[in-house]
């Protein structure tokens, strides 16, 4: 099953980045559905059905305390000489700690990822050039939203023609307040 590891958003920061994606052209995009954001701390990739409750038991031993993400600005991967990814981005000390543990609990499993951890919330892929440098312009800066992050959880993806289907495997709550 295709597996990744992520943080779940509550439904008015899944509003705000609707509201986000709804400013961006029509043309040239594959834009997310806000109602399937959510913070990605590790993409797994297709997993053996048997090796599932080894990546759970991987999982449960990550220790964390609460703490809070601020979602704020908007940008590009890799460059915007070169658009393939919007994003609006994050700001948390705990989310990039998180992820280290995260990455270090499944590291014997999957390898350590090349690239650092980068939060962020995909917004829309992009499928040919077009012009963004309006919306990054006026979004630069702005503010969508802080919340606080209690668990973090695993997700089967299933990958159909209408989009993904995503549901929860496990959920792994903080240790500590």
Do not use: C
């Not at 958003?9 to 834009?31: F, I």
């Not at 220790?63 to 940008?75: L, P, W």
């Not at 000390?93 to 999957?110: N, Q, R, T």
């Amino acid at each position: 099953m295709r597996l990744f590891v992520a943080v779940e958003l509550p439904g008015l920061v899944k509003e705000m980045m609707g509201g986000l994606v709804g400013e961006l052209p029509n043309e040239g995009l594959k834009k997310v559905d806000a109602s399937l954001m959510h913070l990605t701390l590790k993409f797994l990739g297709e997993v053996e059905d048997a090796k599932v409750g080894e990546v759970e038991n991987a999982l449960s031993s990550v220790e964390f305390a609460r703490f809070n993400v601020q979602v704020k600005g908007v940008g590009v991967f890799p460059n915007e000489k070169y658009v393939k990814v919007i994003w609006a981005g994050t700001e948390s000390g705990g989310l990039l700690g998180l992820a280290e543990a995260v990455e270090d609990a499944l590291s014997p499993m999957f390898g350590k990822e090349k690239r650092g951890f980068s939060g962020h919330l995909t917004l829309a892929r992009v499928r040919k050039k077009i012009d963004l440098r309006g919306f990054l312009e006026k979004h630069k800066g702005e503010e969508f939203g802080e919340f606080a992050v209690g668990r973090f959880v695993l997700v089967k993806s299933v990958l159909k023609r209408s989009g993904p289907e995503y549901s929860v495997v496990g959920e792994f709550p903080a240790k500590s307040a």
